[in-house]
């Protein structure tokens, strides 16, 4: 039995086709259709489906869309209907001002653009956002590409497959629960909003969930933390990640301010006072403009309360359920800072996070939770120990693809060891290998590598990706030699390191031996490597220590400012010669710019290019 899973109502579009229990393929849109987030989180832009990420979840599958039992989309725009459940026209206004409902919080967000204060839910759009939702399957069918067709072809509203919209915190909490290692456990999901609600508190038990309870709209955390985001010049559903980086340098001079915002209730509820940034603050930042010192401390400020916020909740969901282990999902999961707290100073043994915590998830969670309905069974089929779950390419497609661009290149007799001399040497490489990573996170199949010294290599990285400086790049290290330099890095099922969701701080005495990887406050966000997982990644770990005696390399996404993580072999090319990498190892090829000689020419053959792109 197949089931494919889609995100598409907000942001990060994504396709996940599950069989049996057993996850086969899952990818973001943005990584075909180079279009960061694929999308932005309007409300005129739930049309738009994820048509190449469900074009490549069908192609390994080797299916058509035909051969698909069930179709689970994870937003049920059903209980925003209300009055007009039943009605089959909708309003939609000439200009934003035709329709004006103040308060209105429950399909979307109208930012003034004249405004530099927080968002105000007040949306004209409604209808057409629940509209096109609506007639979704109808969109699946009837607007796929001419160029994605075959696969396509021949599927009908009545031949599909069973359509079912999936409650969006529901799909999170699936996401989060059925892929874990732990078979009851809290759940917590807690983002921006759901159809209603910003955070919600389930018990996982085998393969079902209960909802213990939800906070609903306008109160979320996540949409205060995104707020806080466009106060400070980037962009929001975006750049939250960067405010988190952002607040190291800060002190918590404002946490009074944003302490007396939140109200925290019983039954772990809480509401939140609509923030005026601009009367308290002054003006905005305007992006790209220089940071002060006031930027880090109200960063800073608001990543302290948000972490003492989630503390308290996390409490009261452990007083309620009495489990060992927690399983976070939602875009606020990915605040790997705040994840260390609750590890560190919460309630529960263990907390494991979902990799694609944010909205590309819910289609994970969303093909899961169906899959898991119809084959009524408590019994698990799947675990998720890699996010190695998009597009692979062979030595033999790669290279024909090298040949048919007139490309220099080189085949190394042994990967790990060739390119671990090159990188203890001082380069900067991209590092494509094996299946994309799904969620956000490169994680050692398209990195960008270089080693974790000097204290340098953290500006040169910075400056290759024009990233703002403040940024700092994270380590990967071999599992085994984890504990040696991290502390609190041991491995156990609910602290899973391998998906770089958690901070740790780096053991003192190991800190110059790492300077490139040790942020300002002496943390790093560490990905553990084992053998297991992703043994290419491993093996030049292991050839990186036997040259050099550190287990660490330093590994950012392999992309440039403004463009999603590459995808395929023209992507890694591409970017490799418009950015000021030194090499290009892909599959068991390198290419070189400069500062390194071939071990011998490439060999011209006589074989046929064939497209590897359809």
């Known amino acids: 039995m197949y089931t494919l899973g889609i995100n598409a109502a907000f942001h990060d579009p994504a396709a996940a086709l599950v069989r049996d229990g057993v996850v086969l393929a899952a990818a973001e849109e943005e990584r075909f259709s180079h279009i960061k987030h694929g999308k932005r989180p309007v409300p005129f832009s739930t049309w738009e489906l994820p048509y190449n990420a469900i074009d490549f979840c069908l192609k390994k599958a080797g299916i058509t869309l035909t051969d698909v039992d069930h179709i689970a989309y994870s937003f049920d725009p059903v209980p925003l209907l209300g009055d007009h459940r039943d009605s089959l026209t909708i309003e939609i206004p000439l200009r934003p001002e035709g329709i004006h409902r103040p308060g209105d919080s429950r399909n979307g967000p109208e930012q003034n653009e004249a405004s530099t204060g927080a968002v105000h839910w007040q949306n004209p759009y409604e209808g057409l956002f629940l509209s096109s939702i609506l007639n979704a399957p109808g969109h699946l069918v009837d607007g796929v590409p001419l160029h994605l067709s075959k696969r396509f072809r021949g599927a009908t509203l009545d031949t599909q497959g069973e359509w079912q919209f999936v409650n969006h915190h529901l799909a999170h909490a699936v996401s989060a629960f059925l892929p874990s290692p732990h078979t009851k456990a809290a759940v917590l999901v807690i983002d921006g909003r759901g159809e209603k609600a910003t955070t919600s508190y389930w018990l996982g038990e085998g393969n079902q969930l209960t909802l213990l309870g939800e906070v609903d709209l306008p109160h979320s955390l996540g949409l205060l933390y995104e707020d806080l985001t466009h106060y400070l010049g980037f962009l929001r559903s975006s750049d939250e990640y960067k405010v988190m980086a952002l607040a190291s340098f800060g002190k918590p001079i404002y946490a009074d301010y944003f302490r007396s915002l939140i109200h925290l209730g019983d039954d772990g509820q809480y509401t939140i006072e609509q923030p005026d940034f601009v009367a308290r603050f002054g003006p905005a930042r305007a992006k790209g403009s220089e940071l002060h010192q006031d930027h880090f401390d109200i960063a800073h400020s608001l990543q302290l309360v948000l972490e003492e916020t989630v503390l308290h909740l996390i409490s009261w969901l452990h007083e309620q359920t ?17 994840n260390a707290r609750l590890r560190d100073e919460g309630p529960f043994q263990h907390i494991w996070v979902q990799p694609a915590a944010g909205d590309a998830g819910t289609a994970l969670g969303a093909a899961m939770y169906a899959d898991a309905q119809q084959r009524n069974t408590d019994q698990r089929a799947y675990e998720m120990e890699h996010v190695y779950l998009g597009p692979a390419y062979t030595d033999d497609e790669i290279e024909r693809f090298l040949q048919w661009s007139k490309l220099p290149y080189q085949q190394l007799a042994n990967v790990a060891d060739e390119v671990a001399a090159y990188l203890a040497d001082g380069h900067i490489i991209g590092w494509f290998q094996q299946g994309m990573e799904f969620g956000p996170r490169a994680l050692g199949a ?18 290759l990706k024009d990233r703002e400086d403040f940024r700092p790049v994270a380590p990967a290290v071999l599992e085994e030699a984890a504990d040696r330099y991290f502390l609190n890095a041991h491995q156990s099922p609910g602290s899973p390191t391998a998906f770089m969701l958690f901070v740790n701080e780096v053991r003192p005495e190991r800190r110059d031996d790492i300077p490139a990887v040790t942020h300002t406050d002496g943390t790093a966000r560490i990905q553990t490597v ?7 990644y491993y093996a030049l770990l292991k050839a990186f220590e036997r040259r050099t005696g550190i287990p660490i390399l330093v590994n950012t996404s392999f992309n440039t400012q403004g463009e999603p993580v590459v995808c395929s072999p023209r992507d890694a090319v591409e970017s490799f010669w418009a950015s000021p990498l030194d090499a290009l190892v892909i599959g068991s090829f390198m290419l070189v710019k400069t500062g390194a000689a071939f071990s011998r020419e490439s060999e011209a053959t006589s074989k046929e290019f064939l497209p590897i792109y359809e």
Do not use: E, H, T, Y
């Open 322 to 338: 009495g489990v060992a282990a927690l399983c976070m999902a939602g875009g606020v999961a990915l605040n790997c800072v705040m």
């Open 530 to 536: 084992n053998a297991r997982q992703n043994p290419p």
């Open 446 to 463: 398209r990195s960008i590598l270089a080693p974790p010294f000097p204290a340098s290599m953290q500006a040169r990285l910075n400056d």
